[in-house]
C-alpha cells in the first residue's frame, strides 16, 4: 500500500509493539507517500517522543502544524513537550493559539498564564487571570 497515513498509523502500531526499527522504517514511507499529512507527521512525532528524542519530535509536531495549523491534538502534544524541554516561549505561543481556539475551557486559560508566568511576565499572566474570572459564570461551580 502506498497510503501514507496507512503506512505511518502501522508504524504507530508496530512502536507499541516495541519494534522500533520496522516503526521508524513505516513513519518513514507514510511521510515519503504524503510529505503534506499532519497525520503523518504527529505519528512521526509520536515514535521520536516515545524513544525520548525530543527534540525531532517538536520538529515533527511543527511540521504537523505546517499542514493542519488549528489541530488542538497536536497543539497539546507539542505544548507539554515545550514546557518539559523549557521552551518556555513556544510553550506560551502554543498555548495562546490554544486559548483562541478553545477560550470555553479553564485549563486553557490557566495554560496561557502559565506560559507568560514562565516567560517572566507576571503582570500579563495576572491580567490574563483577571480577565478569565471576568469571563465566569457567577452560578456555575467551577
Known sequence: SNHG???????????CLKRKKEAVEYAQK?????????????????????????EDAIKSYTMALKWDKDNL?????LSLLQIQRGVYDGFQETRRRILVLKSDQRINWI?????????????KCLHILDTFIKTLDKDKVW
Open 5 to 15: 497515513e496507512t503506512l505511518a498509523m502501522k508504524g504507530l502500531i508496530l512502536n
Open 30 to 54: 507514510g511521510l515519503k507517500a504524503n510529505f503534506k499529512s499532519h497525520v503523518c507527521w504527529h505519528v512521526y512525532g509520536l515514535i521520536h517522543r516515545s524513544d525520548r528524542k525530543y
Open 73 to 77: 491534538l497536536i497543539l497539546k502534544d
Open 111 to 123: 495554560a496561557y498564564a502559565v506560559g507568560n508566568h514562565m516567560c517572566g511576565d507576571h503582570q
